[in-house]
């Protein structure tokens, strides 16, 4: 579209890519203030980051160099909203494109009259993908956008560029009326933040529309901005892990699909997509059963549970680094919350069915279905993608972030993290533990501790390279078969085992990988003699942290800390924990896993 007055009668494919394109990148530039005025359905702060993801999908389609008609481009556009979409706004942007590109396949361009008609369609659209719509949200000014456009066509008005001012100026007047709709807006004295990420859209396709240019880069900075900012508010009591997948399949019964889930104790049901694939995002205490119902309609992809409690806590970080890790770490739930750690979680698969560590499956319910499985489990570290939306929350929220991941030689979540990292310039750091369990959990809180503490990334990093080996793991495994089937445990070590009655001792090694290093004899008192091993590696005289980890051995883990703290006078802090889901995977059950640190509290404020 050209710079002048002259009327626009139709829009084809090119033009809608380059408006499209104007558009995305200023709703990327307005991503933190998206973000900082987010106070509905939950205060996260996440909204913009979420559309950011859901538009950059689009955009990569949209700059792909082959020449397209019209309704391929915006099929395209459609599938790759539907693999993006993240979070509520980004689900209900999903269905608005799919309703565009389902009411646009019969048009090569678009006149008024169409254009008015296509974008009712897909107002009509994200308004049935929602449970339970609320007035004064993103759809109420998706459909007030659409209706201005109807209303002018029918009066006779046929240039686009007419038609499409005056549909803003009606968007922006319903922004603004956000707040009168919905009380929590009117409390915290915004506007809604999904609905203000649509109007961004429009305001960057109206400057293409003026000026004929689209940007040549897309910022992601801070914007100055006068408005109001959100109010911290309450992080959410109840439904607190945004639960979100994609499902494939050739005959998706969505409308059953949506009254199965609308079922469920939850909230912030979006159901988008079509008889091919769905995006289902939902706000629920149990992710797992959101999977189940899902995996029954058709193939599960993309599933993510993320806590929408930790997210709030953003608004509170202490210190400006956040600490990452996955959930290979055996961690204290309570410390994980008191200390703000971000935890990645890895994949576990039996058979056919994929499960988020301790989020979709909990070790007791991992230990019956190892028990009823003929077929062994196996992990997959996180994709990339984990990672990244992570890594892009927290930086949106101006942190450094420290991913500290299990030892990248026995597992390739390290490298997924590093791709992840690519993004991020210098935002973001990617450190090899060289550990696992219950050593790289111990090292993930002195790390949370250093950075609450004020502790500069560069600092702790160095603290942790310099102090490596402070942080030890030692490991009672009763059967090794485990460990060779997962390829962790050489096969000859499993045979002496077997064959002797001998009870291996494993820790980790410099070269990040788990390697023999005692061996305990007979299988009577097994922990017994595994407390006195851990007990003659730690100096009597030194203050130590434990973290205690088991694979459904509860009592041995009881044991264990009881000989442990009645065996040594200085331990301050003695945690026991499920060990991970993961770990057990390879370790099989019954082992006990004791992570040791001589305790070094990190000075306030750094070193």
Not at 51 to 56: G, K, N, Q
Not at 334 to 363: A, C, Q, S, W
Not at 599 to 604: G, K, M, R
């Amino acid at each position: 579209m050209a710079s002048t007055a002259l009327t626009v009668t139709h829009i084809d494919a090119p033009r809608l890519q380059e408006a499209l394109l104007a558009g995305i990148a200023n709703v990327l530039k307005r991503r933190d203030y998206i973000n900082k005025i987010n106070v509905f359905p939950v205060p996260d702060g996440d909204t913009g980051t979420n559309l950011a993801f859901t538009l950059a999908s689009v955009r990569s389609v949209i700059e792909r160099p082959d020449r397209r008609s019209l309704p391929d481009l915006l099929e395209q556009i459609a599938e790759a909203a539907l693999d993006g979409a993240r979070g509520n706004s980004g689900a209900i942007m999903a269905q608005y494109f799919h309703g565009l590109s389902e009411s646009s396949r019969d048009y090569q361009v678009l006149d008024g009259r169409r254009l008015a008609q296509v974008s009712q369609s897909a107002a009509r659209s994200a308004w049935g993908a929602m449970s339970n719509p609320v007035p004064g949200t993103l759809p109420t000014v998706l459909e007030d956008f659409a209706d201005e456009l109807s209303r002018l066509t029918s009066d006779g008005v046929d240039d686009i560029r007419d038609l499409f001012q005056r549909g803003l100026q009606r968007a922006r007047v319903s922004l603004a009326a956000t707040p009168e709709k919905l009380a929590v807006l009117r409390e915290a004295g915004v506007v809604d933040a999904g609905a203000q990420g649509f109007v961004d859209l429009l305001e960057g396709i109206w400057r293409y529309v003026r000026s004929g240019r689209v940007p040549a880069a897309f910022q992601t900075g801070p914007i100055a901005d006068n408005h109001a900012m959100a109010h911290t508010g309450e992080g959410p009591d109840s439904h607190r892990f945004c639960t979100e997948c994609l499902i494939a399949g050739e005959a998706l019964d969505v409308v059953q699909l949506r009254t199965r889930l609308e079922a469920l104790d939850a909230s912030s049901l979006v159901v988008a997509g079509g008889a091919r694939r769905a995006r289902v995002h939902i706000h629920t205490d149990a992710p797992g059963e959101v999977f189940r119902i899902c995996g029954e309609h058709g193939e599960i992809h993309q599933q993510k549970a993320d806590d929408m409690t930790r997210q709030h806590g953003l608004m509170n970080q202490q210190g400006r680094v956040a600490i990452v890790t996955d959930s290979a770490a055996d961690l204290p739930s309570d410390e994980v919350e008191r200390l703000g750690i971000h935890v990645v979680p890895v994949r576990l698969i039996f058979g056919e069915e994929e499960f988020l560590d301790k989020l979709t499956i909990t070790p007791p319910e991992f230990y019956q279905r190892l028990a009823a499985s003929a077929e062994p489990p196996q992990t997959s570290q996180p994709p990339p993608g984990d990672f990244r939306r992570q890594f892009d929350l927290l930086t949106s929220h101006g942190l450094d972030v420290l991913a500290l991941q299990i030892s990248g030689a026995v597992s390739g979540t390290l490298q997924a993290a590093e791709k992840a990292a690519e993004a991020f310039d210098n935002a973001v750091d990617v450190f090899d533990t060289l550990n696992g369990a219950t050593g790289q959990g111990l090292m993930v809180l002195w790390a949370a501790e250093a950075a609450a503490r004020g502790w500069e990334r560069a600092a702790i990093v160095a603290h942790l390279k310099e102090r490596r080996d402070q942080f030890r793991t030692l490991c009672l495994v009763r059967d090794l078969s485990w460990g060779v089937r997962g390829g962790r445990i050489k096969p000859w070590m499993e045979t002496i085992s077997r064959r002797l009655r001998l009870n291996l001792v494993l820790a980790n090694t410099k070269e990040g990988r788990l390697g023999p290093c005692g061996v305990l004899p007979g299988r009577r008192n097994a922990v017994q003699r595994f407390a006195r091993y851990v007990l003659k590696k730690m100096d009597r005289d030194q203050v130590y942290r434990v973290i205690i980890s088991h694979t459904d051995a509860l009592d041995d883990a009881r044991a264990l800390r009881d000989q442990l703290l009645s065996g040594h006078p200085r331990i301050n802090a003695c945690w026991m924990e499920d060990a991970s889901p993961a770990i057990g995977c390879h370790a099989g059950p019954g082992a006990l896993l004791c992570g040791i640190q001589a305790w070094q509290p990190p000075q306030e404020g750094g070193p």
